[in-house]
């Protein structure tokens, strides 16, 4: 006849079996936390990366169309390109923001001045979130009609705009290239903050 053995774990045993156990749950605890932190931080760091990609894929594309030219003989260029906030001699499109960058050229479509496209770059502020707009004018209008967010989240320090030549310049000193520098961080990113700059070349070279 086999006998059970009533002996069960030593007070050894159990305090040792429990000093393992926190062991490992402090440990798994631990990494379980970093994977939270870095999965936050990775997903705001691809929302930046994607708004990099938006403002350079859109950027490129209007300086690459700027181009004004005078509606009557002999048709020269005149500005194009405004980095000022006054209504001269872009003129001012939309009523969202502040306007650090605005972008003028002809409609293919017709030869009047009255056609002309302006695309202006305007940062606005909400809720203390700064964001990058990129607002559309047809014809001459203040009226935008389109407005399209390219960044979500524009750190403190404001666009910086240069152009090769002055960016208020006419005919053959029109900017062939004009470059914005942003500085985007998410409030809730406590890592460093992510510059990118977008570069565009005029497509028109005379």
């Known amino acids: 006849m086999t006998r059970r053995r009533d002996g069960g774990f030593t007070l050894i045993e159990l305090l040792l079996t429990i000093t393992i156990m926190g062991t490992i749950s402090a440990s798994l605890g631990t990494g379980l936390v970093l994977f939270l932190t870095n999965t936050d931080s990775t997903i705001r760091r691809i929302a930046e990366s994607h ?7 859109y950027f490129a594309q209007d300086v ?3 181009g004004m030219r005078s509606s009557t003989s002999p048709y020269n260029l005149v500005q194009s390109v405004d980095t000022t906030t006054t209504s001269a001699p872009l003129g001012l499109c939309g009523s969202v923001g502040t306007p650090v960058l605005r972008l003028g050229w002809d409609d293919p479509s017709s030869a009047t001045a009255s056609n002309n496209v302006l695309v202006s770059y305007s940062v606005q502020t909400v809720s203390g979130q700064r964001s990058l707009h990129r607002l559309v004018c047809l014809g001459g209008s203040t009226t935008a009609t389109t407005d399209i967010v390219l960044v979500d989240n524009l750190d403190t320090t404001a666009p910086v705009v240069t152009c090769s030549t002055s960016c208020a310049g006419v005919g053959a000193l029109v900017p062939q290239t004009v470059t914005m520098v942003l500085d985007i961080k998410n409030a809730a990113d406590k890592g460093s903050t992510y510059f990118v700059t977008l570069v565009g070349h005029r497509r028109d070279t005379s």
């Open 51 to 57: 708004d990099a990609q938006l403002g350079t894929a």
């Open 64 to 66: 690459a169309s700027t």
